[in-house]
């Protein structure tokens, strides 16, 4: 097989069309409103609730900032324990590590390869006042089990929804479960306005509090009442999200067809598994990933080196996992013995290049390097 | 006097021409990379470091999350005393209780409405980490003694320079004193990047830190060495910010005429005073603040809401000031004992309509209306 010309990547951003765009930006500069909750922000924040099926949305400059947000939003004590996964980007531990919380990560399950329901309640201690899980690559938590354990011990959940853009579980917005969910519209996601993201949530209460935290804590011209900072999406990034509200659909069926011609080139074989997503879930398209079974022909750092030959970039999403990063490995929760799992994983999976407009020759290529070592 | 048929507002966003801006937004659709430190990122960096007459710059999403991450590059002790100047945006005081630090007010010089220096060293305690000084309306704070006091104590500075862009003392960059400089390119700011902001900075070696705490931390694919969020600046604000370079300049021009026509109209009014400059400095042109004082005929919230009849919204800033937020009104620091200066000045300051494209009627209008109470 011969190198590909061009290098293909994990994922491309799934942008309007820019004679689209044109007359939005158009519009946004003859009316010099910017930015500071405009139009479209408003627009963008009632069209979400839709898309989502949730009640409340606010969107912010990015996801990392509304994760951030959130946290406060929630008034967690300082100093107070988080239990998160270490099989998340770097941002999900930050956030709470920033605003000067300390995460403790739990194990998660083989399958979804999300936060293990099953280990969370031995790690809570008196001191622990949320559970922070991820649904990675759009694989939906055990939200039932999760909100079983909160109710139980009094802690709030703020999900990390960066990668489950539109996943519902029968037929419910994923936002919809725990005290607040966040979503990523960062340009390697799903539905993205470049830099961007919300945080959906049930309780009306909180759509004040999370106004206030985003914009400086100003209630009025001369009210400030609350410790906030600057997490406004401007009305550039809005219009781009309007516009992809009409195209991520599309974008989902085109993946849903590539998902299913790599499913059919590697299903049978051996020891490269395919984790599926739950019944009754809806799949984000989010991220493909694969595990390389110890059984298989080589390793994954192997097959990821023998992709990158061939100018194929997949990704090994997530290596290192959180518990390995500088900040965090001295961790007690961060023992190998704590997240055997994860620790295993972290070594196996590898997302393959995923997008709309990955044409059927480059994945059966892919797939035929993965399956010259089987 | 007739109401004026538009609102005319304290400004106006500066923006380029969106002729020039298509064709760059149009090249970053093309190439698919619309942000993570791209190409026009890094080039606007180079860029403002010479504009700023500063060592290094780094962009951010935001002014609020440049500041954030300025009191984490320093690594300022949590809990430890800031000392800081009420007379301010609400994002100064904000920044710092994000952190888990403490805001501590110091009052102000009645002329520039800057920090009082002579009055901080009776504020540092053991317990004192860094000094916060506001450069506000673009008047320079007395870097020299801020700068002495500073090193007898050791402590750190972070000057916000929010109102600041381009400002220089005897020709060097506002941004080389202390330790970090924090820049807004807000749309209300004479240069703007719509939403966005930048730190400046001496030492080298806060480059990598700042970097990394701007990006999760991410030193390398397989490193994540420091606690970081998003404050990326994407492609689309870095281009904007790359055309306003060219804009900026023109703008300040057109608003020293401006100010100049509102000196014409007002510098013989009697009990209103228009803070100057000091000798050596250049004026950055982000304000037009005057002063009423008690003995003129009505008082400011007077002089506001005449004009506001006639469709004149100048803006009472800074009124309330931090030091009555309700986060921060119970500080023993908040007294107004403490505070007599800027106590004084909030009642009595006003913002006055400043931008470049104000016509020279409106400013006569303007001043009219408030000279017919002298």
Same mark, same amino acid.
């Given at each position: ?8 990547? %994990? ?9 689209? @765009? ?5 519009? /946004? ?13 408003? #627009? ?9 099926? %949730? ?9 990392? +900032?509304?994760?951030?947000?959130? #946290? &406060? ?50 790690? +809570? !201690? ?7 899980? %991820? *649904? ?12 079983? /354990?909160?109710?139980? *011990? ?8 960066? *990668? ?9 917005? /994923? ?5 607040? !969910? ?11 306005? +470049? ?10 209460? @909180?759509?004040? $509090?999370?106004?206030?935290? $985003? ?42 067809? =590539? ?13 490269? $598994? ?6 009754? !879930? ?7 990933? =694969? ?8 390793? $994954? ?14 990704? &090994?999403?997530?290596?290192? /996992?959180?518990?390995?990063? !500088? ?8 023992? =190998? ?22 044409? *059927?020759?480059?994945?059966?290529? =892919?797939?035929?390097? +993965?399956?010259?070592?089987?």
């Amino acid at each position: 097989m011969k190198k590909n010309k061009d290098p293909i990547y %994990v994922t491309q951003p799934l942008l309007p069309n820019f004679d689209d @765009l044109k007359p939005e930006i158009q519009e /946004i500069f003859e009316n010099k409103w910017v930015t500071n909750q405009g139009q479209k922000h408003n #627009l963008l924040e009632k069209k979400l609730e839709k898309a989502l099926k %949730v009640q409340n949305v606010s969107v912010f400059n990015n996801g990392t +900032i509304a994760l951030l947000t959130s #946290l &406060k939003a929630l008034n967690l004590p300082i100093g107070s324990e988080i239990i998160t996964t270490p099989f998340t980007f770097a941002a999900t531990p930050h956030c709470i590590s920033w605003n000067n919380l300390n995460p403790v990560f739990c194990d998660i399950e083989y399958n979804t390869m999300t936060i293990d329901a099953d280990k969370i309640e031995q790690l +809570i !201690t008196p001191n622990t006042s949320a559970i922070l899980p %991820v *649904h990675v690559y759009g694989f939906p938590c055990d939200v039932k089990k999760i909100d079983k /354990i909160a109710k139980k *011990h009094d802690l709030k959940v703020i999900y990390d929804g960066a *990668h489950a853009f539109s996943t519902e579980i029968n037929g419910k917005g /994923i936002g919809t479960f725990g005290d607040i !969910t966040m979503f990523s519209f960062h340009a390697t996601k799903l539905y993205t306005t +470049i830099e961007g993201g919300c945080l959906a949530y049930n309780n009306p209460e @909180l759509k004040n $509090r999370i106004y206030n935290l $985003r914009n400086f804590g100003i209630k009025n011209e001369e009210e400030v009442v609350d410790i906030g900072i600057n997490g406004k999406m401007n009305e550039i990034q809005a219009s781009i999200g309007l516009l992809n509200l009409d195209l991520y659909k599309n974008e989902q069926k085109k993946r849903m067809k =590539i998902k299913n011609a790599y499913v059919e080139q590697l299903r049978d074989v051996e020891d490269i $598994r395919i984790p599926s997503i739950p019944k009754n !879930t809806t799949d984000s398209g989010q991220y493909f990933p =694969i595990v390389i079974e110890d059984s298989f022909g080589i390793n $994954r750092d192997k097959i990821y080196d023998n992709l990158k030959e061939y100018n194929f970039f997949a990704r &090994k999403y997530f290596y290192p /996992i959180c518990s390995d990063y !500088t900040p965090y490995k001295n961790l007690k929760s961060s023992s =190998i013995n704590n997240l055997p799992v994860a620790n295993d994983l972290k070594n196996k999976v590898l997302c393959l290049p995923y997008y709309g407009d990955l044409d *059927h020759k480059t994945i059966v290529q =892919i797939c035929d390097i +993965i399956k010259s070592f089987s």
